[in-house]
């Protein structure tokens, strides 16, 4: 099989609302890929994923994850996935050890047995060797309650490996930490994922997150406004814009228009889009007649042409 996702005209609208979360999107995601997901909030992340977890039902559309259909076929899913959401859903009063014990219990892979020592050699060799990859060593033994959010994060990361999922969900997972608990965390994920070969599907609103994506599919108000490799996405979102302040906005409009040059009015200045600073700005300015009082060039940061790409599709 070579796609792990496959996604087909999928629409959510939650009861009561008069929107769709999710609008009719579609979309495929390779065995082993690095797939990101990104959006602002109430983008409709979330919700996509909750079905594509078998979480939440879908209203219409097609789903299929792990080569299982996610409402016909929910529990071959879930045995084939790896959830780490938001929020932390560990049991605080156990020991890190003992959340990774019960939720492998439940997945039906080991029968359950009091303690560590009594367990599978299979499942012990199984722990160690995630911990050491996660770095959780030491820590194994100790209660949740006395973790910090990065610790708690690394020990999700353990216990949705530990049943070797073909895809690994990631909600939002460095939602609350630290720069620094941010970065190892990643280097963990990728470091799992090149031992494992397992697809990663992750939501984030962060853009350099999604920068060592191997695909990149922006969505905004529950609709697909990008898709492409970071790299793409940067050259297509990465636009230099000449700002024009005419004397008169209504001459040098309808002088654009008839020289069908394209351009954005924002407020009393008209955009344009170039593609090279040095070139381009001095061919345009030679070419309108329309009095000019000011002229500056915008040149965006990948964050700003996210931002804007954003605020376009809202606009629209
Ligand atoms: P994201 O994860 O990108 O922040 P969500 O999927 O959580 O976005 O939300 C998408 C849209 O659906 C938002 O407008 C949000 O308000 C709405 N929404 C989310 N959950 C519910 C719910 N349980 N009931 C009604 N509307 C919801």
Request: hydrophobic share 35%.
């Amino acid at each position: 099989m070579s796609n792990a996702i496959e996604v087909s005209h999928l629409t959510k609208k939650y009861a009561k609302s008069t929107v769709n979360a999710v609008d009719n999107i579609s979309f495929s995601v390779k065995e082993g890929e690095f797939f990101a997901f990104l959006g602002p909030n109430g983008a409709g992340k979330t919700t996509a994923i909750s079905v594509l977890t078998t979480t939440l039902s879908k209203s219409s559309g097609d789903v299929r994850v792990a080569g299982f259909d996610v409402s016909k076929e929910a529990s071959r899913v879930r045995q084939n996935i790896g959830i780490i959401f938001q929020n932390p859903s560990l049991d605080q009063n156990l020991t890190a050890e003992e959340n990774i014990r019960f939720h492998a219990v439940l997945y039906g892979l080991y029968p359950f047995r009091p303690f560590f020592s009594w367990m599978p050699e299979d499942y012990k060799s199984k722990v160690r060797e995630l911990t050491e990859l996660i770095g959780l060593g030491d820590s194994l033994k100790k209660p949740v309650k006395t973790f910090s959010g990065g610790m708690k994060r690394k020990l999700e990361i353990i216990r949705s490996l530990i049943h070797n999922p073909r895809v690994l969900f990631l909600d939002e997972p460095t939602t609350g930490l630290d720069p620094a608990s941010r970065k190892s965390l990643w280097q963990y994920i990728l470091q799992v994922r090149k031992n494992e070969g397992t697809t990663i599907f992750l939501t984030t609103h962060y853009l350099e997150e999604a920068e060592d994506a191997d695909r990149v599919i922006v969505i905004n108000k529950g609709k697909i406004s990008a898709d492409g490799t970071p790299k793409e996405l940067k050259q297509d979102l990465i636009k230099n814009y000449v700002r024009l302040t005419p004397k008169t906005l209504s001459t040098l409009v309808k002088e654009l228009d008839s020289k069908k040059i394209k351009y954005l009015v924002e407020g009393i200045r008209v955009k344009i889009q170039i593609s090279d600073p040095g070139a381009d700005v001095q061919r345009l300015i030679k070419s309108i007649d329309s009095p000019l009082v000011d002229i500056d060039i915008h040149s965006p940061t990948l964050n700003d042409a996210y931002l804007q790409l954003i605020t376009d599709k809202n606009e629209s």
